[in-house]
């Protein structure tokens, strides 16, 4: 069942995270010469130069992520594309035991985030999607879905820097929940995390973890996130780096995923020194702007894609949703049909629509090819070859 926006983040306020004051104003507009600056900077230097300037001036005018973020991709697109397009935003989730004793994914959908915990701005709602997916128990998953929203919105940097925030904001809920485990040992365990935020016509993807994030553009299948597993050389590389090793496709033998929240009970994971242990919070963000091009994003748990291609996944979900355009009962049927293929796993999967209309029918110029590799195993190839 996907969290009830109220009872996110409940209990947050003891654990040292946040600020003690309530509902401080922020203002989002920036006057048209820095948006023209900050949509004109080619790097990170050049953009934290203009956003931390003195010359800085505030005013009413509503601006998007796109100009606000460090590191922005923005899409290369017709223009009129970018100007006319708002996103109508729609979502449906569905998650399932699978083959599993326990149930250890979780989800949260929250419509408006700063509205959520009570914090007021003069910019457009900023709506929050995130799947975690835990592992050695389900307490992390959940301590991080409660907690890491509110951790975002508090943050004296929200929302003008947000992929800074987002960042910043996984390592303070992974150090909180070191905490509570210290506290008490029970709740030790680890969680993946994947978030999607969307402002405007910008789309914010933080993925920790084998969770995946995949974007339907006319029917293509763009890959949001990356899957940090051991099979990774660049994962792979970092790890051992920091003293880490891959045994037999495990992290130190034991994990496999390469970044997580949590698993500070497990002995050589997270160090404490300056350059930290081999098990890394730190999320892979990708930023773009919506056009009218971009229908859905799927988000999902790694047990869905275990048996969906992205590409299979965009296509089934076109399918369904031009038969009936139902976001719900499209999750549903998505989740039914991975256990039909033989999904073992705990099952979650989130869709997020970006217009109220059917799909369009486009034609496809993919060749059918003959397959006789898993889903996973084509993935596993795709992820040695991109390092």
Partial sequence: ?????????????????????????????????????????????????????????????????????????????????????????????????????????????????????????????????????????????????????RVIVEDAEFPLKLERVVTRSFAKTDAAFANRCSLQSTLSSGTTALTAMIFGRSLLVANAGDCRAVLSRLGLAVEMSKDHRPCCTREKKRIESLGGYIDDGYLNGQLGVTRALGDWHIEGMKETDEHGGPLSAEPELKLITLTKEDEFLIIGSDGIWDVFTSQNAIDFTRRRLQEHNDVKLCCKEMVEEAIKRGAIDNLTVVVICFHSELPPNVIEHRSRVRRSISAEGLHSLKCLLEG
């Fill in 1 to 149: 069942m996907c969290v009830e926006a109220e009872q996110v983040g409940e209990g947050i306020e003891n654990l040292g995270l946040c600020e003690k004051e309530k509902s401080k104003p922020l203002n989002t507009g920036i006057m048209n010469t820095h948006i023209e600056k900050w949509s004109n900077a080619s790097t990170k230097t050049e953009l934290d130069q203009i956003c931390s300037g003195n010359d800085l001036v505030i005013n009413n005018s509503p601006l998007t992520l796109g100009s606000i973020c460090e590191n922005t991709t923005v899409i290369e697109n017709d223009q009129n594309l970018l100007e006319t397009f708002a996103p109508d935003i729609r979502s449906g989730e569905w998650s399932d035991i699978g083959g599993r004793q326990y149930m250890e994914d979780t989800h949260v959908c929250i419509a408006d985030l700063a509205k959520n915990f009570g914090c007021f701005y003069d910019g457009g709602p900023i709506s929050f999607f995130g799947v975690f997916d835990g592992h050695g128990g389900k307490d992390a998953a959940h301590f991080v879905r409660d907690n890491l929203p």
